[in-house]
């Protein structure tokens, strides 16, 4: 079975911190994404990556920065944390190509304040 | 227009039902479709994948219609434990960004 692990479950962090996230999966999958999930809004793309240091601006980049050094994980950073960035934070890996299916990390629930 | 559209529900179906959702997506060009499910407070996880011709998998069916641009999924017996929260999700030709729709609820009922 593929398995996505994610550093927290739970986090709390205040305005102006810098926030690391960290996803780490077992499937020597190329490509790994960065979602957020908001009620009413659904699953949104921050960044993804198809290859070590790859990486690509999803549709809401903002704020975020990612890393991408090793295969098996992809960090999502927050570089200065905003309270509208209090979210769901998930991430996927999938095989290689596109178009392929994903497989998702259990979540990290991230509060702002 | 949203390009990836579902009916929010809920459907409160009762145990043993047949239920259908349908999601229509904008971008005529998409090529890959998901039927996936999301258990409160958790992940997503896959369902399946849609076929162009179609395809089932136990008690659950995805179709896809290219005309109209919309797929759908039919869940047969409606079991207790398929209450969830069932998301449509579309790849663009060629792109590795997925483009999920919000969801809809199903809600078997005892």
């Known amino acids: 079975d593929v398995k996505v692990t994610q550093s927290s479950r739970y986090l709390v962090k205040r305005t102006g911190e810098k926030v690391f996230l960290e996803c780490v999966q077992d499937m020597d999958h190329e490509n790994m994404f960065w979602y957020r999930q908001d009620p009413g809004l659904g699953l949104r793309l921050i960044y993804f990556?198809?290859?070590?240091?790859?990486?690509e601006k999803g549709d809401i980049p903002e704020g975020y920065s990612v890393s991408r050094e090793k295969k098996e994980r992809f960090s999502l950073i927050l570089e200065s944390a905003s309270t509208n960035q209090t979210s769901m934070y998930l991430c996927a890996s999938s095989p290689p190509g596109r178009a392929r299916e994903q497989y998702f990390g259990p979540g990290t629930r991230l509060t702002v304040t | 227009r949203k390009e990836v559209e579902q009916d929010p529900g809920p459907f409160n179906v009762p145990e043993g039902a047949t239920v259908a959702f349908n999601c229509t997506y904008s971008n005529s060009a998409s090529q890959s479709f998901f039927w996936y499910r999301q258990d409160c407070r958790k992940e997503p996880k896959l369902l399946m994948s849609?076929?162009?011709s179609g395809n089932e998998d136990g008690r659950f069916t995805a179709q896809l219609n290219r005309a109209s641009q919309y797929i759908s999924l039919l869940i047969r017996d409606s079991k207790l434990s398929d209450s969830a929260t069932y998301l449509c999700?579309?790849?663009?030709?060629?792109?590795?960004?997925?483009?999920f729709g919000t969801g809809t609820r199903l809600k078997v009922l005892a």
């Open positions: 849609v076929y162009s």
């Open positions: 999700v579309v790849n663009g030709e060629g792109t590795y960004k997925y483009i």
């Open positions: 990556s198809y290859d070590v240091k790859m990486k």
